[in-house]
């Protein structure tokens, strides 16, 4: 049976409203945001493969950089970031802010 319990979330200190069970790329589409993460080139990324293969759909969720958003279901109150690609820099350890 679907569950249509609403819950709130933050994108960029935006309340957005998501459908308990979503995923968060879900519940963005779904409000009409496209933009997952900026790339280091300037380009406007959104969801690739949709399964959590690809990394093509990361954010910063809670703080936390590179989370799937596509396969990473909505928690009430979560705060998601869009994620400038270019305010990391990548090492052996992972990615870190400039
Ligand atoms: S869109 Fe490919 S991992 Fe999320």
Redesign the pocket.
């Known amino acids: 049976m679907p569950n249509n319990k609403s819950i709130e979330f933050t994108l960029d200190n935006k309340t957005i409203l998501a459908t308990e069970g979503q995923t968060i ?1 879900e519940a963005m589409m779904a409000a009409g945001h496209k933009t997952l993460r900026i790339s280091k080139e300037g380009t406007h990324q959104g ?11 990361r954010m910063i969720v809670n703080g936390i950089p590179n989370i ?4 990473t279901p909505v928690t009430y109150g979560c705060s998601v970031q869009t994620q400038n690609e270019a305010d990391f820099v990548n090492t052996k350890e992972g990615i870190h802010e400039n």
């Not at 969801?47 to 759909?57: D, E, K, L, S, T």
């Not at 799937?68 to 396969?71: A, D, P, S």
């Open positions: 790329a969801v690739f493969c949709g399964i959590g293969v690809c990394f093509g759909c799937r958003t596509c396969v």
